[in-house]
């Protein structure tokens, strides 16, 4: 009978509080935005048209907040607004270059020794003035942890390239090289070797930085708020040394669902989006959108680990077995263009060479020759990338034709990571490297590299690769570059497909984007009208 | 017996027909890719039109129906004999054979299912087999819960004092008492789970588990077809449909079958 | 009577939360991949800095004594900082746990009330077209489905899709789960229909409507029971709807975390999601005994 008492109280209790709770749930999360948010908006539009705020849908989340551990596209696309590096990548007429930024002026003293000065005008997002001991934490930090840092800013056999970075003055620094090194203006362009204050370097001197208080850069945008997996928000930094954007908030909506995508355009609740397949491009077109397509450099390829397929020979037929054309030209409706070089030409010295024809009685001879019958390879694919995994099906089918049995292997993308670069347990993989310059998209491919997968190994590529770096005559660098890749591209430690043209949709309200060719956007001069 | 059973009889033989001989129905290969064909709408050719690498969608939907029901059918066997034989003796035994049923159970239900996919594939590695184990394993505690709190209900009743004082076992009981007095409510759930079961096998791929490409199966046709669902609707419509149907036609034959409840002496 | 209930359900809710979170976090482990491979990615950390990486994570240690920290951490409340969320874990899962619950909550109740109003129709008042067609056509398409189908139709009408958002998921849900619930009320009310204390009812005179009150009363217990279930795995995640809507509640939570091998995050969320659906357990354990008159005896 005590129980009884006991539930009457209880139940009564739970039941009021559940339904309370729903109604305040109700009342407080369902109406209001409806009711604020869209005057809001609307109104600061209308008064003012430079603190326009702009949504960009991207497909995929940040992988880390910290700008030297960035990795993929999204890192880049948003920490890249709120960092810059001593210099920056610019796309002019179609063509890469690299450019002073952070850096007034720059000049070589001898082989070995490079002088900066830094601009005196420039602050971090914590009102703090860039100086030269910024500089060189933020670089020896980058050497020191940054994934990619370390792979721009060493030698093939790990030594680092600087080895020594003395501060002359606030503004100046001097960079003393182990030995020649001629592709460091453009390493140092790259977002990897980001400028930050000292104090956060070295507080987060062997780990990455773990709080959003702590990202502070000198970029045009500072980070407001970070919810993983859903959104990113950044506000414009009032005391940007350059050119202040137009754009007030910038929101980064995550979503990597492509039709979910393509409706928060079409409903209007982004205003532009990154990422949208060729697909949708004649739907969205048809909205009345704005669809941009540009040249990207990230190279689709299957790379081939040369370990459980030494003989070139086969995996020049694998080459020949894929209608690389018909790919391009139909699963991605034109918005590729076949490789026919081992890194994008947007980049200067790439060549093109005679392409691998779709050619599939060669192949099969080419095989045949290699004595490769009956072989099964197993062909791994992320699950990132619902594309990868259809071009997984098209490579099947093309390689069973010439009588290469393959199967497709479905692995989430971080376990992909491990098997692929990590142990190596692969016959075929799926990726697409995206480089921030010709040199480092060709150290992928050195001896015991870490990009270096597919376990492909050549001395003579390797050497070549030591003397552009040492090489400073610019002709003479160019006949090295040319003979390096022209050993990759016949060595063919990968199956050498497209390079992916970067989609981007806007409302028309939009004006003034410009994209690189690393799916990033630039919007220095962009407007909401 | 009336016309929508009979119909119903119909639609689960003829998917059985279906998923035994899928190639007597088609003159296409499931896995054959055109990419020339790409998306092409419903014509004459490709009665439902063609996918995203220009297969035929009819083929691969045979196809799916075979590997679906398989998954399905299995992974509810697991979660029904799992769930309703430990439920039924969790509330007959009672004590610690109940605390501890409890505990195993609970700790299923809050390990989510993509982890328990994610642990079989550890052992068993990435399949058919091991999907079918990871849905039944993660539907299992519904039934748990359902069984053993209306066993517990059934055993208050006068004829299973009756049965247990003439001497009946626990199993009779379980089997006897509890099975067919809640068969209506645990069919139904387990019919409308299906479509669960249908749709987890779909998420599976996220981490790369379950049913490789490019076998077709219900689950990662839904998965691939959402994404055009503006460019073009009637792909996901197909896999959908026959999702729909199958619900509907198990149920308007469990109804019937389960219309006169059993009477208990 | 009604404390050993609770101590008995806080028993089962310790060893639970033990067995779950150790689990879990072997899975994570034991799965191909770990925090190393998520930061580095394609490249390798020099030797010096992945032993320094990995004796910070505490990754250098044996499997069963990671296990045991992670236990002792637990209950001492220092469930540190996420590798990968740039926040303490106590924040990141609470901030889920918090959007989950509001998602949770309002979903249950009102698909509760809607398949409560579908029954009334039919039992009482002879209505039986609309519901068995509302319920046909809410159980026809898997949840994920109805999810994109919902966010199309708004987006051709030009209707804001507010992503992130409770809006969408909350409406998902509903229009998804009211074809299963109503089906298993209805199934429950018909059996207490032919219970012989309705013919009672029945035969004196009760009105319909009271009639349907006393039936409902009768079968809420079990209902609630499924009810609460999947009251307690929207909590733990609706994953696939918080996916297509970035929703951020646990079930996105959970997927972030698992493929950034964020463990600190996985063991938080382990850790809450247990100890709420043990909770939840216990509750409507104690709610089913009270409801239900005959098991109170018996208890």
């Given at each position: 009978?005590?129980?009884?008492?006991?539930?009457?109280v209880?139940?009564?209790?739970?039941?009021?509080?559940?339904?309370?709770?729903s109604?305040?749930?109700?009342?407080?999360?369902?109406?209001?935005?409806?009711?604020?948010?869209?005057?809001?908006?609307?109104?600061?539009?209308?008064?003012?048209?430079?603190?326009?705020?702009?949504?960009?849908?991207?497909?995929?989340?940040?992988?880390t907040?910290d700008?030297?551990?960035a990795?993929?596209?999204?890192?880049?696309?948003?920490?890249?607004?709120?960092?810059?590096?001593?210099?920056?990548?610019?796309?002019?007429?179609?063509?890469?270059?690299?450019?002073?930024?952070?850096?007034?002026?720059?000049?070589?003293?001898?082989?070995?020794?490079?002088?900066?000065?830094?601009r005196?005008?420039?602050?971090?997002?914590?009102?703090k003035?860039?100086?030269?001991?910024?500089?060189?934490?933020?670089?020896?930090?980058?050497?020191?942890?940054?994934?990619?840092?370390?792979?721009?800013?060493?030698?093939?056999?790990?030594n680092?390239i600087?080895?020594?970075?003395?501060?002359?003055?606030?503004?100046?620094?001097?960079?003393?090289?182990?030995?020649?090194?001629?592709?460091?203006?453009?390493?140092?362009?790259?977002?990897?070797?980001?400028?930050?204050?000292?104090?956060?370097?070295?507080?987060?001197?062997?780990?990455?930085?773990?709080?959003?208080?702590d990202?502070?850069?000198?970029g045009p945008?500072?980070?407001?708020?970070?919810e993983?997996?859903?959104?990113?928000?950044?506000?414009?930094?009032?005391?940007?040394?350059?050119?202040?954007?137009?754009?007030?908030?910038?929101?980064?909506l995550?979503?990597?669902?492509?039709?979910?995508?393509?409706?928060?355009?079409?409903?209007?609740?982004?205003?532009?989006?990154?990422?949208?397949?060729?697909?949708?491009?004649?739907?969205?077109?048809?909205?009345?959108?704005?669809?941009y397509?540009?040249?990207?450099?990230?190279?689709?390829?299957?790379?081939?680990?040369?370990?459980?397929?030494?003989?070139?020979?086969?995996r020049?037929?694998?080459?020949?077995?894929?209608?690389?054309?018909?790919?391009?030209?139909?699963?991605?409706?034109?918005?590729?263009?076949?490789?026919?070089?081992?890194?994008?030409?947007v980049?200067?010295n790439?060549?093109t060479f005679?392409?691998?024809?779709?050619n599939?009685?060669?192949?099969?001879?080419?095989?045949?020759?290699?004595?490769?019958?009956?072989?099964?390879?197993r062909?791994?694919?992320?699950?990132?990338?619902?594309?990868?995994?259809?071009?997984?099906?098209?490579?099947?089918?093309?390689?069973?034709?010439?009588?290469?049995?393959?199967?497709?292997?479905?692995?989430?993308?971080?376990?992909?990571?491990?098997?692929?670069?990590?142990?190596?347990?692969?016959?075929?993989?799926?990726?697409?490297?995206s480089?921030?310059?010709?040199?480092?998209?060709?150290?992928?491919?050195?001896?015991?590299?870490?990009?270096?997968?597919?376990?492909?190994?050549?001395?003579?590529?390797?050497?070549?690769?030591?003397?552009?770096?040492?090489?400073?005559?610019?002709?003479?660098?160019?006949?090295?570059?040319?003979e390096a890749?022209?050993?990759l591209?016949?060595?063919a430690?990968?199956?050498?497909?497209?390079?992916?043209?970067?989609?981007?949709?806007?409302?028309?309200n939009v004006?003034?984007?410009?994209?690189?060719?690393?799916?990033?956007?630039?919007?220095?001069?962009?407007?909401?009208? | 017996?009336?016309?929508?059973?009979?119909?119903?009889?119909?639609?689960?033989?003829?998917?059985?027909?279906?998923s035994?001989?899928?190639?007597?129905?088609t003159?296409?290969?499931s896995?054959?890719?055109?990419?020339?064909?790409?998306?092409?709408?419903?014509?004459?050719?490709?009665?439902?039109?063609?996918?995203?690498?220009?297969?035929?969608?009819?083929?691969?939907?045979?196809?799916?129906?075979?590997?679906?029901?398989?998954?399905?059918?299995?992974?509810?066997?697991?979660?029904?004999?799992?769930?309703?034989?430990?439920?039924?003796?969790?509330a007959?035994?009672?004590?610690?054979?109940?605390?501890?049923?409890?505990?195993?159970?609970?700790t299923?239900?809050?390990?989510?299912?993509?982890?328990?996919?994610?642990?079989?594939?550890?052992?068993v590695?990435?399949?058919?087999?091991?999907?079918?184990i990871a849905?039944?394993?993660?539907?299992?505690?519904?039934?748990?819960?359902f069984?053993?709190?209306?066993?517990?209900?059934?055993?208050?009743?006068?004829?299973?004092?009756?049965?247990?004082?003439l001497?009946?076992?626990?199993?009779w009981?379980?089997?006897?008492?509890?099975?067919?007095?809640?068969?209506?409510?645990?069919?139904?759930?387990?019919?409308?789970?299906?479509?669960?079961?249908?749709?987890?096998?779909?998420?599976?791929?996220?981490?790369?588990?379950?049913?490789?490409?490019?076998?077709?199966?219900?689950g990662?046709?839904?998965?691939?077809?959402?994404?055009?669902?503006?460019?073009?609707?009637?792909?996901?419509?197909?896999?959908?449909?026959?999702?729909?149907?199958?619900?509907?036609?198990?149920?308007?034959?469990?109804?019937?079958?389960?219309?006169?409840?059993?009477?208990?002496? | 009577?009604?404390?050993s209930?609770?101590?008995?359900?806080?028993?089962?809710a310790?060893?639970?939360l033990?067995?779950?979170?150790?689990?879990?976090?072997?899975?994570?482990?034991?799965?191909p991949?770990?925090?190393?491979?998520?930061?580095?990615?394609?490249?390798?950390?020099?030797?010096?800095?992945?032993?320094?990486?990995?004796?910070?994570?505490?990754?250098?240690?044996?499997?069963?004594?990671?296990?045991?920290?992670y236990?002792?951490?637990?209950?001492?409340?220092?469930?540190?900082?996420?590798?990968?969320?740039?926040?303490?874990?106590?924040?990141?899962?609470?901030k889920?746990?918090?959007?989950?619950?509001?998602?949770?909550?309002?979903?249950?109740?009102?698909?509760?009330?809607?398949?409560?109003?579908?029954?009334?129709?039919?039992?009482?008042?002879?209505?039986?077209?609309?519901?068995?067609?509302?319920?046909?056509?809410?159980?026809?398409?898997?949840t994920?489905v109805?999810?994109?189908?919902?966010?199309?139709?708004?987006a051709?009408?030009?209707?804001?899709?507010?992503?992130?958002?409770?809006?969408?998921?909350?409406?998902?849900?509903?229009?998804a789960?009211?074809?299963?619930?109503?089906?298993?009320?209805?199934?429950?009310?018909?059996?207490?229909y032919?219970?012989?204390?309705?013919?009672?009812?029945?035969?004196?005179?009760?009105?319909?409507?009271?009639?349907?009150?006393?039936?409902?009363?009768?079968?809420l217990?079990?209902?609630?029971?499924?009810?609460?279930?999947?009251?307690?795995?929207?909590?733990?995640?609706?994953?696939?709807?918080?996916?297509?809507?970035?929703?951020?509640?646990?079930?996105?939570?959970?997927?972030?975390?698992?493929?950034?091998?964020?463990?600190?995050?996985?063991?938080?969320?382990?850790?809450?999601?247990?100890?709420?659906?043990?909770?939840?357990?216990?509750?409507?354990?104690?709610?089913?005994?009270?409801?239900?008159?005959?098991?109170?005896?018996?208890?």
């Amino acid at each position: 009978m005590e129980m009884r008492k006991t539930f009457k109280v209880i139940v009564p209790l739970v039941v009021v509080a559940i339904l309370l709770l729903s109604i305040f749930l109700v009342y407080e999360y369902l109406l209001p935005p409806r009711a604020t948010q869209t005057p809001a908006t609307a109104s600061t539009q209308e008064l003012q048209g430079t603190s326009a705020s702009l949504t960009i849908a991207i497909p995929t989340d940040l992988s880390t907040i910290d700008i030297q551990f960035a990795q993929g596209v999204a890192d880049f696309e948003v920490l890249g607004k709120v960092y810059e590096s001593l210099f920056r990548i610019v796309l002019d007429n179609g063509r890469l270059s690299y450019v002073p930024w952070l850096v007034k002026s720059y000049k070589q003293i001898n082989e070995t020794a490079w002088l900066f000065v830094i601009r005196d005008n420039v602050y971090f997002h914590n009102g703090k003035r860039l100086d030269a001991w910024d500089v060189k934490a933020s670089l020896e930090r980058s050497m020191r942890i940054s994934p990619i840092g370390r792979m721009l800013l060493r030698d093939s056999s790990g030594n680092p390239i600087i080895s020594r970075i003395a501060v002359l003055n606030s503004t100046a620094v001097v960079l003393v090289l182990a030995k020649p090194f001629t592709p460091l203006i453009e390493n140092l362009a790259h977002l990897a070797t980001a400028i930050m204050p000292r104090d956060i370097a070295e507080k987060y001197w062997s780990g990455p930085i773990n709080s959003t208080a702590d990202v502070i850069g000198t970029g045009p945008f500072k980070l407001v708020s970070y919810e993983k997996g859903s959104k990113a928000i950044l506000s414009r930094f009032d005391r940007y040394w350059g050119n202040a954007p137009r754009i007030s908030r910038l929101t980064y909506l995550i979503l990597p669902s492509s039709s979910a995508r393509i409706a928060s355009i079409l409903s209007g609740s982004a205003d532009v989006v990154v990422g949208v397949s060729p697909d949708d491009v004649a739907r969205l077109k048809s909205s009345g959108l704005v669809v941009y397509n540009a040249t990207g450099v990230r190279l689709v390829l299957v790379a081939i680990n040369c370990k459980r397929v030494p003989d070139p020979r086969v995996r020049q037929a694998m080459n020949y077995a894929v209608d690389r054309e018909a790919i391009a030209k139909n699963l991605l409706k034109g918005f590729a263009v076949v490789a026919n070089s081992v890194v994008s030409p947007v980049f200067p010295n790439v060549y093109t060479f005679k392409a691998y024809e779709y050619n599939v009685s060669k192949a099969v001879e080419l095989l045949r020759e290699a004595g490769f019958t009956n072989k099964t390879l197993r062909l791994l694919v992320s699950t990132r990338s619902p594309k990868d995994v259809q071009l997984a099906q098209a490579i099947q089918q093309y390689l069973v034709a010439v009588g290469i049995n393959v199967v497709i292997e479905q692995v989430e993308h971080t376990a992909f990571l491990k098997r692929v670069f990590t142990d190596h347990d692969f016959d075929l993989a799926i990726y697409g490297p995206s480089p921030s310059s010709l040199y480092y998209a060709l150290t992928y491919w050195r001896t015991n590299a870490s990009l270096n997968g597919p376990l492909y190994s050549n001395p003579v590529y390797d050497r070549l690769l030591d003397e552009i770096a040492s090489e400073l005559n610019e002709s003479r660098r160019a006949l090295l570059y040319r003979e390096a890749q022209q050993i990759l591209w016949s060595d063919a430690p990968a199956i050498w497909l497209y390079f992916e043209n970067i989609i981007v949709a806007t409302k028309p309200n939009v004006k003034g984007l410009q994209i690189l060719p690393f799916q990033m956007l630039v919007l220095d001069n962009t407007t909401v009208e | 017996m009336g016309v929508w059973p009979k119909i119903a009889i119909a639609i689960i033989v003829a998917e059985i027909i279906v998923s035994l001989f899928p190639q007597l129905f088609t003159k296409y290969s499931s896995t054959a890719i055109d990419l020339s064909n790409r998306l092409a709408p419903p014509s004459t050719q490709h009665i439902l039109g063609t996918d995203s690498l220009g297969r035929d969608v009819f083929t691969r939907l045979l196809y799916a129906i075979r590997y679906s029901l398989a998954v399905a059918a299995l992974s509810l066997a697991i979660a029904f004999s799992l769930g309703v034989v430990l439920g039924g003796l969790s509330a007959i035994a009672g004590g610690y054979i109940d605390s501890a049923l409890s505990i195993l159970f609970n700790t299923i239900y809050t390990i989510p299912g993509l982890f328990t996919a994610a642990a079989i594939s550890i052992v068993v590695g990435p399949n058919v087999i091991g999907a079918s184990i990871a849905i039944g394993l993660s539907l299992a505690p519904i039934f748990y819960r359902f069984s053993r709190s209306a066993a517990k209900e059934i055993l208050t009743k006068p004829y299973i004092e009756a049965a247990k004082a003439l001497g009946a076992s626990t199993s009779w009981i379980i089997t006897r008492y509890i099975v067919w007095e809640l068969a209506k409510p645990l069919l139904t759930t387990s019919i409308y789970l299906l479509s669960d079961a249908i749709a987890f096998e779909a998420s599976l791929s996220i981490l790369g588990l379950g049913v490789q490409p490019p076998t077709p199966t219900l689950g990662n046709m839904i998965a691939e077809y959402r994404e055009y669902i503006f460019t073009a609707p009637y792909l996901l419509l197909a896999p959908v449909t026959v999702i729909a149907i199958t619900i509907s036609s198990l149920n308007t034959l469990a109804n019937k079958l389960l219309s006169n409840p059993i009477e208990v002496p | 009577m009604f404390w050993s209930l609770i101590a008995n359900g806080v028993a089962k809710a310790f060893a639970t939360l033990l067995i779950a979170t150790a689990l879990i976090y072997l899975i994570a482990r034991l799965f191909p991949g770990d925090p190393i491979t998520v930061l580095y990615g394609e490249q390798q950390p020099s030797e010096e800095v992945r032993k320094a990486i990995e004796s910070r994570l505490g990754l250098d240690k044996p499997l069963y004594m990671q296990v045991l920290i992670y236990w002792k951490r637990i209950f001492t409340g220092d469930w540190g900082r996420s590798i990968f969320f740039a926040e303490p874990v106590t924040q990141v899962v609470f901030k889920s746990l918090l959007n989950s619950l509001k998602l949770s909550i309002l979903a249950t109740v009102i698909t509760t009330l809607v398949c409560i109003a579908l029954a009334y129709l039919s039992m009482a008042r002879d209505i039986a077209l609309l519901p068995t067609a509302i319920s046909t056509l809410s159980s026809s398409m898997p949840t994920s489905v109805w999810g994109v189908t919902i966010m199309a139709v708004l987006a051709l009408t030009k209707k804001p899709v507010g992503f992130g958002g409770i809006g969408l998921p909350l409406t998902t849900l509903v229009v998804a789960g009211t074809g299963v619930f109503y089906k298993i009320l209805q199934s429950l009310l018909e059996k207490a229909y032919s219970e012989p204390f309705i013919g009672a009812y029945i035969a004196l005179g009760m009105t319909r409507n009271r009639i349907f009150l006393k039936a409902l009363r009768y079968v809420l217990p079990i209902y609630l029971t499924t009810v609460f279930y999947r009251a307690g795995l929207i909590i733990a995640g609706a994953m696939a709807t918080e996916a297509i809507f970035a929703y951020p509640g646990m079930g996105l939570l959970l997927l972030q975390a698992f493929s950034s091998r964020d463990y600190p995050v996985l063991i938080g969320w382990a850790a809450t999601v247990s100890i709420i659906l043990a909770t939840l357990n216990m509750v409507s354990d104690i709610l089913h005994i009270y409801m239900d008159p005959r098991l109170r005896g018996s208890s």
